[in-house]
């Protein structure tokens, strides 16, 4: 008989169990059932069941259709996407495009009016490049992405891709891996270009980052005013208030709430809100740097279209945020709390992995009709004409792993959250979205990606229709509806992988043997090599350039002839992620001989417009 505990938790959505890399089934413990549907709220049973049943329902349509709704005579009233509201008897009206609130015959509708499917991109590449790295000294800034837009856009690449840009942790320079934001709605100032850095071949953040605050701190004291900032200021309203007032707070207690005294834990708790006066100057210079990045960030964007970039920026947005940063503070609700994201055991990780961040809690996000996900993706496609959703595994199901036992998978509301990216991709002007699908993937997410037109992930080190023994796929057989690249950034470059740069690092770190692994490696090569006409970065882009994918994404790494790998997972401090400096200054790439190989590689196999 089954535990009524666990059937309690899978109609929360914890699911029962799953199969792992190896086959195996592992099934949830009930105690991580438990502390699962505790972490999203949900204390008792019956609380459990009247949530549930208070749940609005989701009705997905198409833009400019009548809802499959029938509310015969009953009267309703539509709250529309701009505000607006309609109230009327039986049959709905053709909704516009966007997420629509209805209540009719007591019970709360969530309508999504999206299109079916978002229009398939031109064959086209672009380069991805880390932009912590672009910079000859200190940290790359926005400043340097612009210029690198510019000398790759009369190249004829279509997009230039890079690192999250979130908003981090200055009060803390040790906490700065892009994939561990403090909120994911806001950006990261120390890519504002301010002061000298520290030149050397890895980014030194303990140094540059303070040494950045301080000098954009000295130019703000000489800021006059700006009626162009007062405009955005009021504009933002209150969500930029409550990011400003967490920062000034982190600056005098610490970057974590959870550190703070408890009657500042919480933006609207009474002493916070009364610390905003104190701390008014604090805000506003706060804010004066989400206004001086967005700037930054936006023209950027521009000179990457000026260029000729059909799509412009190619940005990523993290799976998720720090559980004790600004983006939990300001929006606690909609996170669960006590569990984290992760991902099962496997090969790498055989007790599983914990990243330390906080998942969105799917009870929420049906019962706001799903507003924090659509503002966060707003929010990346102001700026970008590519978005990259990380780990889009987590839009269908996410692993979650309570503070103490074994982490089990919790079912996503993926047709709505499907239907939120459509929405929000084109009202942003049918913006390209890619849908990281690497690792274990749940049956039926691909056909929710090629369904929604949101490209995949066609990593060609991966791209095998063996693996014992190696045997690499052709590239006219690569999905049609992907982003092809060599690796990712969790992954060795073309040098790096052909010598083994990453099994040689993780021997550094654990001391074991590399004889196996290299040899095994050594065979995957020559199964590589025996498609490519040489060894060489060039060879690897032809392949990669006549790929039947839609995009092709030129790594800087790779283009550079590099060997360290931008991140080694699972570490920290015994690796240097997110650190290594490119060789070249992002001015100086576009005029390297390699950059102009690549290009004409892509043109011959039509991979971008003729320019003039």
């Known amino acids: 008989m089954t535990d009524p505990r666990l059937a309690l938790a899978a109609r929360m959505g914890v699911l029962p169990g799953y199969h792992d890399l190896s086959g195996h089934w592992r099934e949830t413990p009930v105690e991580t059932a438990e502390a699962l549907v505790a972490a999203m709220g949900l204390a008792a049973p019956d609380e459990a069941e009247a949530r549930l049943a208070a749940l609005p329902r989701d009705v997905i349509c198409e833009v400019g259709c009548r809802p499959d709704l029938d509310l015969w005579d009953t009267p309703w009233r539509l709250t529309c996407d701009d505000g607006s509201q309609l109230e009327g008897q039986g049959p709905l009206p053709e909704l516009p495009l966007g997420i ?26 672009g380069l991805v490049a880390p932009l912590y790295g672009l910079s000859a000294q200190g940290i790359g800034s926005y400043d340097d992405l612009g210029r690198l837009a510019a000398g790759m856009g009369g190249h004829g690449a279509a997009f230039l891709g890079i690192n999250p840009v979130h908003a981090g942790f200055p009060t803390q320079p040790g906490l700065f891996s892009p994939y561990t934001p403090s909120h994911r709605r806001r950006l990261n100032v120390i890519h504002l270009a301010a002061g000298a850095g520290q030149p050397g ?7 540059d980052i303070p040494a950045r605050m301080a000098a954009l701190r000295a130019e703000y004291d000489g800021f006059s005013g700006d009626t162009r900032f007062d405009i955005w200021q009021a504009g933002e309203g209150e969500s930029l208030q409550r990011f400003a007032l967490h920062q000034a707070l982190s600056a005098r207690h610490g970057a974590f709430w959870n550190d703070w005294p408890e009657q500042i834990s919480a933006p609207d708790r009474p002493a916070a809100q009364a610390a905003r006066i104190e701390l008014a100057g604090e ?61 099962p055991p496997d090969a790498f990780a055989p007790d599983g992995q914990n990243w330390n961040l906080a998942p969105l809690n799917p009870l929420r996000l049906r019962a706001s009709a799903y507003a924090p996900l659509a503002e966060t993706l707003r929010r ?17 199901r996410a692993f979650w792993v309570p503070g103490n036992g074994a982490g089990a998978y919790v079912r996503m509301p993926s047709e709505a959250m499907f239907a939120v990216i459509r929405i929000e991709a084109a009202r942003a002007g049918n913006a390209v979205i890619v849908g990281e699908d690497l690792g274990i993937i749940p049956e039926g997410l691909r056909g929710h990606l090629a369904g929604s037109g949101v490209l995949g992930c066609r990593v060609a080190m991966f791209e095998r229709d063996s693996w014992h023994p190696p045997h690499f796929r052709a590239p006219e057989a690569y999905d049609r509806s992907a982003i092809a690249s060599f690796s990712t950034h969790d992954l060795p470059t073309w040098r790096g992988w052909r010598q083994g740069a990453d099994i040689d690092a993780r021997a550094r770190i654990s001391g074991q043997d590399t004889t196996e692994a290299h040899r095994e490696r050594a065979t995957e090569v020559a199964a590589l090599d025996a498609i490519l006409p040489d060894d060489s970065a060039d060879a690897l882009h032809g392949l ?43 001015g100086d790439i576009a005029g390297l001989p390699a950059a102009a190989r690549t290009a004409t590689i892509m043109r011959e196999n039509d991979r971008q417009e003729e320019r003039p």
């Not at 071949?201 to 140094?207: I, Q, T």
């Open 544 to 586: 990669l350039a006549c790929a039947a994918s839609r995009l092709v994404a030129v790594q800087a790494e790779v283009m550079l002839d590099m060997a360290e790998q931008p991140n080694l997972p699972g570490t920290t401090v015994e690796y240097p992620n997110w650190q290594l400096r490119l060789p070249v200054a992002a």
């Open 380 to 396: 990346q496609l102001q700026f970008a004409g590519v978005l990259r959703i990380d780990h889009i595994i987590g839009f269908d």
């Open 201 to 207: 071949p890895l980014v030194d953040y303990l140094r």
């Open 283 to 343: 805000m506003r210079f706060h804010a004066w740097l989400q206004w001086r990045a967005e700037l930054a960030l936006a023209g950027a964007g521009q000179a990457a279209r000026d260029a000729g970039m059909r799509h412009g920026l190619y940005l990523d947005l993290a799976v998720g945020t720090h559980p004790h940063g600004a983006e939990t503070w300001e929006d606690r609700a909609s996170f669960a709390a006590g569990a984290s994201l992760g991902a």
């Open 100 to 125: 629509h609130r209805l209540s009719a015959r007591g019970i709360c509708y969530t309508l999504l009016a999206a299109p079916p499917r978002l229009p398939e991109p031109a064959r086209c590449w």
